[in-house]
């Protein structure tokens, strides 16, 4: 019977992470409703702010700009997004895989890692990448804790800076973006210098607006703008990604563990049953050398 026991442990003790996972899946469907609703309406504005910025800047040589300009290349920045907690299948082990890939492609390069994330934080701790000096902070794991456009481009603007100080020649951010929540897709975008949207072949229009002030003013006033956009957006992104990868992988893990308790009852089926045939064998015979 310590078989028996053991497998009906067994059994209970996956149960309860059916409850543990199903509860996660749950959750993570709430949360992914919330964060789903908030990049779908971010991307129309930051869709717009980019048409606005390719009509304005069409006529105006925007390498000039302090975000625009490009250096030799010799101090990396590398932004990997992950997520505080774990438990949503290759979410962070995808942005860490992309972060070691762009580094051994910039690998005669001073690299700088600035992580969002504990699990991009944790994958990197302890290295000689990690040191950023006194105008960055170690790491932007605590955006996470109330994700909003304030504290998210207060960072974006620390970043700015030390891109305007010559601290840094390239800033690239690595995250996933949201496609549903099945699909999450790397992305490794070059955040910094800035670089002038082009506008496709097949929109030919260019809206005469009357300006006031300057058309260059202006544009230096978009560009600010629209990467402090584009960095939250990237936030946004990676959020709904998150709980669309723990919801997945949650459901998945419930589906697995609801099979593994099917199998673990056949197992105890059977093992009880053969006890029982044992015990009335044992009976019986018992019974046949009492007559004898």
């Not at 995808?94 to 991009?120: D, F, H, M, P």
Request: aromatic fraction near 6%; charged fraction near 25%; include cysteine.
């Amino acid at each position: 019977m310590g078989g028996l026991k053991e497998v009906k442990d067994r059994i209970t003790s996956v149960q309860s992470t059916i409850q543990i996972t199903s509860a996660m899946k749950m959750v993570s469907a709430a949360k992914l409703k919330r964060a789903q609703d908030a990049i779908i309406q971010m991307r129309p504005y930051a869709e717009k702010l980019t048409e606005i910025l390719v009509n304005v800047s069409s006529t105006l040589d925007t390498s000039e700009g302090g975000y625009s300009v490009q250096r030799e290349m010799k101090n990396l920045l590398i932004i990997p997004i992950a997520s505080n907690r774990g438990l949503c299948g290759p979410f962070n082990s995808n942005v860490i895989k992309a972060t070691r890939a762009l580094q051994k492609k910039y690998e005669g390069c001073e690299i700088t890692i600035l992580a969002a994330g504990k699990k991009a934080d944790d994958a990197f701790k302890g290295t000689e990448e990690n040191i950023h000096g006194n105008t960055l902070p170690r790491n932007m794991n605590n955006l996470f804790n109330e994700l909003a456009f304030t504290t998210v481009s207060l960072q974006a603007e620390r970043i700015m800076e030390a891109f305007i100080q010559k601290q840094f020649d390239k800033v690239v951010i690595i995250y996933n973006q949201f496609k549903n929540a099945a699909v999450q897709n790397v992305q490794v975008e070059q955040w910094l210098p800035a670089v002038a949207p082009e506008a496709e072949e097949k929109s030919t229009f260019v809206s005469d607006y009357i300006y006031e002030p300057s058309k260059s003013e202006i544009v230096e006033e978009l560009i600010p703008k629209s990467l402090k956009t584009q960095f939250y957006k990237a936030f946004l992104d990676s959020h709904a990604s998150e709980h669309g990868a723990r919801m997945t992988a949650m459901h998945k893990a419930t589906d697995n563990a609801t099979e593994m308790v099917d199998d673990l009852k056949l197992v105890y089926n059977k093992a009880r049953q053969a006890a029982i045939t044992n015990e009335i064998l044992e009976i019986v015979g018992g019974a046949e050398a009492l007559n004898d």
